[in-house]
């Protein structure tokens, strides 16, 4: 009895306190929603950066994941790359550069509708794979692809 | 002032969006003249939507490049009005719409 008291006590405290965060402001609903990932982005390791992200980094490879990038890029600060994913039910799709200080660098959320694809410009700080996670109907799948770099992108 | 240029185009019940953003991109980790590091500034966030609805939403790190390019394709949406907006980690945005033809 004493203990269940206590419970609610603490739970209704707890409530109370985010209350007052909402009504001034602090937390928008809205942003808490499509909240920007930054422990994911920060990630030096690529398995923990997926996992922060998609929830696991347990990957199938693919052969309908494919990549489109240069083999050899003369500016690592400009590597054109353009994934397709020929499989239905695509929710997202995620570039990364395992070899870059973070390897995360984008995700791209799509809706019903949304085609497997997208395209975008990296930079690369040095040659290596340019790596693309697609999930699909809940599980992950990949594909790479070689890139060399003769210029680095990341600065330094 | 304008950041974002897009074209939305349409073809066989398939529309194909192509953007480019003016934005630094910094990443946080290039250093200047006097070896003092230039702070992260990129663009975090993309929405697109079309007549309000969201189609795709893009979260990025410092690691696109500069003057962001991106590309994406959604069924449908001929003569539809298309949003899209962008967040930096500085709180700035911007927002354009294009018809999609």
């Given amino acids: ?156 | 002032m304008a950041t974002i240029k897009i074209r939305a185009k349409e073809k066989g019940g398939v529309t194909t969006v192509k953007a480019l953003m003016t934005h630094s991109m910094e990443s946080g980790l290039r250093k200047d003249k006097n070896g003092e590091k230039i702070p992260a500034h990129f663009i975090q966030e993309v929405v697109c939507e079309v007549n309000g609805k969201m189609v795709m939403n893009a979260h990025w790190s410092g690691g696109v490049s500069k003057n962001p390019y991106i590309s994406f394709k959604f069924d449908g949406g001929k003569g539809e009005t298309l949003k899209l907006t962008w967040t930096d980690n500085q709180g700035k945005s911007d927002s354009a719409e294009a018809a999609i033809s």
Avoid at chain 1, 93 to 109: E, G, K, M, R
Wanted: charged share 20%; with cysteine.
């Fill in chain 1, 1 to 156: 009895m004493n203990e269940l008291r206590r419970l609610i006590i603490k739970g209704s405290v707890a409530a109370g306190t985010l209350g007052v965060a909402m009504g001034a402001g602090l937390l928008m609903p809205t942003q808490a929603l499509a909240a920007w990932p930054k422990q994911a982005f920060g990630e030096k390791k690529m398995d923990q950066a997926l996992t922060a992200l998609l929830g696991s980094s347990d990957t199938t490879e693919s052969a309908d994941i494919k990549i489109k990038a240069p083999e050899i890029a003369e500016n690592g600060a400009v590597v054109p790359v353009t994934v397709t994913a020929d499989m239905a039910g695509v929710e997202s799709i995620t570039i990364a550069a395992p070899n870059n200080p973070s390897p995360l660098v984008a995700s791209f959320d799509l809706a019903d509708g949304a085609h497997g694809y997208a395209s975008t410009r990296i930079k690369m700080g040095k040659s290596g794979d340019v790596v693309a996670i697609v999930k699909a109907n809940g599980k992950l799948y990949t594909g790479k692809k070689n890139v060399k770099v003769t210029i680095g992108g990341c600065g330094g």
